[in-house]
């Protein structure tokens, strides 16, 4: 069951987030969705500030340990 409304307190925290395909579908099996993945967090680490510390990717989810680099003013909906 996905969680709705989830509301970051503290922007400044590192947080454990993870990542479910539709229906626990073993999508990540395959090398180029992986690829996607993987190419997905690098970009958002170079590019829009995402502090990865660390992440597992897993056959149907991803799970990560993470922050931004500096606050952003935005909302969560």
Do not use: P
Request: proline share 0%; glycine share 4%; charged share 20%.
């Amino acid at each position: 069951m996905a969680r709705t409304g989830f509301n970051i307190t503290d922007q400044y925290s590192t947080y454990f987030v993870t990542f479910t395909a539709v229906g626990w579908m073993d999508i990540f099996t395959r090398k180029e969705c992986k690829d996607i993945i993987i190419e997905s967090l690098k970009y958002c680490m170079k590019n829009k500030g995402l502090v990865v510390n660390a992440y597992v990717l897993m056959e149907s989810h991803l799970h990560m340990v993470a922050r931004a680099e500096e606050v952003m003013d935005c909302q969560i909906s």
